[in-house]
């Protein structure tokens, strides 16, 4: 056989597209969904101060069992519930689809929603199934929904709550329902939690097929990659088999346990957030030519006339969004913005006021 890459890189993965992120230098970055504020110096001296003891040459805590105790306060996790850490949320929905695939296996998704569940099966290769959400008011279809259910039987359902990118919360009674019918387990991903004022995280005792997902991303944390899921010891002592021993690293282990000791500062950021979203949200319901959606996460989905177009002409001057545009029908003309910090908010507002 000829040594050629497509001959040896599996069909799949050739079809796929790398997951693309703009370079952001010398921009306003309201792309990611990223926290826009940094700490006080006096923090980052605190922190600087656990650096420099923390051993690199030794192998991390596997376990991570400081870090562990701390999540659980902060998240408010149940007693008799477990943890399992990934590198990012992303690692952990990449180590569901591995212990949950199998012949016939299928992974269900309400669609638009967070693109990796659907590149992760396909790097896996499990069988992914999108059910289109509502139109205009992205609720679940639950007609469709249960439907898919009965037909799929799946594995696995992903439910994003809030959802990424339409910012939504999904109604209590419908996601009941989707857990109930699931031969499989239900993860609920609540990377927007800190945004948000519902959790399906105190319900965890009561359906034995339903797992939490929770990251410190959004909070203020993307950098240093720390998701977790949560559920019953049963599931999570399978689901730990897949993880690497060693995938959270040294330097998030003491970094993110020093921060969640200061969890009342990113109490306030949320704080400061959750009113310039509302304020955004405000004012660009204002304007004209414009759809706007809102949000219970750190970001606004809206649609104008020609999506691409004004993506690009916002970086031509310096603004970067999320252009959603093409990912789904029920996005068309659609882009995503992350609230900023207000000085940012207000940059984007005027620069999009201009181009409408
Ligand atoms: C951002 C996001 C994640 C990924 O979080 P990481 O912990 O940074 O990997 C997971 N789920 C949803 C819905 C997200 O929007």
Known sequence: MSKSITNWIRPEIQQLSAYYVPDSSNVIKLDAMENPYGWDAVIIEEWLKILQTTALNRYPDSSARKLKSLLRTVMQVPERMEMVLGNGSDELIQMLILALN?????LLVPEPSFIMYRHLAQVVGMK?????LQENSFTLDMYA???AIETYQPALVFLAYPNNPTGNLFATEDIEAVIETTPGVVVIDEAYAPFSNRTFMSRLEQ???LLMMRTVSKLGLAGLRLGLLVGSPNWLEQIEKVRQPYNINVLTQVSV?????HYTMFKEQIQRIKGDRDILLDQLSALKNIQVWSSQANFILFRVADAQAISKQLQEKGILIKCVHGRHPLLEDCLQVTIGTSKENQAFLQALKQLL
């Open 207 to 209: 359906y034995p097929n």
């Open 102 to 106: 199998g012949p016939r296996r299928v």
């Open 145 to 147: 929904m249960l439907e």
């Open 128 to 132: 992914y199934v999108g059910v289109p």
């Open 257 to 261: 346990a020093f921060a969640l000791r």
